[in-house]
């Protein structure tokens, strides 16, 4: 049974499961922001909990597959080595489920922060659609609908 589970998920089957999986989380956010819905399944453990556990799945796989991880270092030794990475389909779904993880982690705290500051959800709408496509510009715009609902600017909470 393992075996079958194994074969059904390839790298583009689990690419596709992340990018249909990671929507009903986003949507939560996004229109629920409040609910007990969204502090269960959302700003909780649970959704990294999965990704957590895909992402031991593709790291197994690809050590299964005699992926070369040390080659993984060499993203810091230029733009070019970089790139050489990501023609990889093995570091780029890990990138990619490394990259979901966070923006999702993200804005769960816009939503839990704006909850806790009283920011309509309306405003909040914006920044984490944002934060779903382009992580950082997503939080900026957050911070800066943030500094007037919090009457102050701060570096730290």
Known sequence: MLEQISTYF??????????????????????FPNSKLGSIFVSSIFPIFILSGTYIFVIYKSFLGSYDFVENFNLYLGIDNLSDLFSNKEFLIIF??????????????????????????????FP??????????????YWVIRIFYAKKISLYD
């Open 10 to 31: 390839t790298f583009e089957m689990v690419y596709l499961w992340l990018n249909i999986g990671v929507i009903p989380f986003w949507l939560v956010l996004i229109f």
């Open 96 to 125: 990619w489920i490394h990259f979901l993880a966070i923006n999702l982690f993200c804005g769960s705290w816009i939503s839990r922060d704006g909850s806790r500051l009283a920011i309509s959800k309306y405003l909040t709408f």
């Open 128 to 141: 984490l659609i944002v934060t779903y496509f382009i992580g950082p510009l997503g939080i900026f715009i």
